[in-house]
Each structure stands twice: as structure tokens, then as C-alpha cells.
């Protein structure tokens, strides 16, 4: 699918099966986020730019690569987002985070905003916008407007479980971000849940229900 990258690492196939499981604890599912968060930070990743530096080891002076502009900025989509936010830290501790608080109305499906706290300087930042389920879309493509009214333009979207129906629509209003994902699921059931799936990521996540 055109903007699409499926992340398809062995490992990360592994984990995500074991993330599906009804079975796996709470303890377990967040266990398996964390560590699968940080294999598609590596991916989502992969391509950045480097520049070099001068720098002296223990045996001589070299010249050696480092990311190249200012620091990227993961932005989470709360509250599931959390969840892949941690893992990928771990990876860039430097990274500056933005929260964005969304939350789907049951009924209608539509995103609600309910926070919205972002670095300054966002034109000039690679932005990586997380959130585990990209169902209807909805919450994200708001997400994302958010952003791009507040100046970012490099934006890529990560999530671990896409629908046909959610990429349509999220490609429709913009065209311009690229989808990383571990898996694009069967579809949407009539409730807005990703089918197959994993259940409600948040609620799988803290426990909740
Ligand atoms: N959000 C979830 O947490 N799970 C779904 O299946 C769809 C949206």
C-alpha cells in the first residue's frame, strides 16, 4: 500500500502475537510494548540523516556520523500512545515528547481534544506520532491537523495495528505522512474495534476495562 511500511522484523511478529493473546497479563502485554517499541523506533528510524564530528578515542582523532538537526519529537497520542512512547525513549533519551489528549467519543466515534502541550519550534523537528491502534483514523488525522497548525511538516505516523479503512482515510486527509506499522489487520468491526486485532490497547495496557 502506497505510504505504507509494515514493519515485518521477525521479533517484532513475535511479540505482536504474543501482545494478541487474550491470555497475556497486564503485566506481560506492557512488558511486550516497551520491548516492541523499540524495534519500530529502530525502523521508523532507519533512514534519518547523519553528519560527522571530530571526535578523539582513546587512540587517535576520527571523524564520526551523528544525527544530523535538531532533536525529533516523539508526540503521543494519549492515552495508548504512552505505551509505545516508553520504549522508544529508551532508544532516543534526547528526544523532546509531545502529549496529545484524545479521547473517542463511544458513540459517535469522533475524536474529542482534551489537552494539547507541544515543544516550540515544531517546523523544524522530525515529528514521530505514536498511537498502537490506527482504527477509524479519526484521532489521528485530528492529532495530526494539531500539529501541522502548529508548524510541523515532517511528520511520520507509527502505530502497531492498522485497518484497510483507517490508511484509506488517513492517506485521504494526509497524503503526505508515511504509515509505519507492525500489522495491517482484517478490519473494523461495527463498534470501531480492529479486527482481528488486540482489544482495547489502553485498556490492556493499565489494566483498565
Ligand atoms: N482502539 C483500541 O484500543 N483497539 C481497537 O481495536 C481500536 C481502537
Redesign the pocket.
Known amino acids: 500500500m502506497d505510504g505504507v511500511t509494515v514493519i515485518d522484523h521477525p521479533l517484532v511478529q513475535h511479540k505482536l502475537t504474543l501482545m494478541r493473546r487474550k491470555e497475556t497479563s497486564t503485566a506481560s502485554f506492557r512488558r511486550l510494548l516497551r520491548e516492541i517499541s523499540t524495534l519500530l523506533c529502530y525502523e521508523v528510524t532507519r533512514d534519518l540523516d547523519l553528519t560527522t564530528m571530530v571526535i578523539d578515542t582513546p587512540m587517535e582523532q576520527m571523524e564520526s556520523p551523528i544525527l544530523e538537526g535538531k532533536k525529533m519529537v516523539f508526540a503521543s497520542i494519549l492515552r495508548?500512545g504512552n505505551g509505545l512512547l516508553e520504549g522508544m525513549l529508551d532508544l532516543v533519551p534526547a528526544a523532546r515528547v509531545a502529549h496529545i489528549g484524545m479521547y473517542?467519543d463511544h458513540d459517535t466515534l469522533e475524536p474529542v481534544e482534551y489537552y494539547f502541550k507541544a515543544p516550540e519550534d515544531l517546523e523544524n523537528r522530525l515529528i514521530i506520532v505514536v498511537d498502537?491502534?490506527l482504527?477509524?483514523a479519526n484521532s489521528a488525522t485530528a492529532a495530526l491537523q494539531r500539529l501541522k497548525d502548529r508548524g510541523a511538516r515532517n511528520i511520520r505516523f507509527l502505530c502497531l495495528?492498522a485497518t484497510p479503512e483507517g490508511i484509506r482515510r488517513f492517506r485521504d486527509a494526509h497524503p503526505d505522512i508515511p504509515i509505519f506499522t507492525a500489522s495491517i489487520d482484517r478490519e473494523?468491526n461495527e463498534k470501531?474495534?480492529?479486527?482481528p486485532?488486540?482489544?482495547?490497547?489502553?485498556?490492556?495496557m493499565y489494566g483498565t476495562k
Open positions: 495508548a473517542r498502537p491502534m482504527a477509524t495495528l473494523l470501531g474495534y480492529i479486527m486485532g488486540l482489544g482495547d490497547a489502553g485498556d490492556r
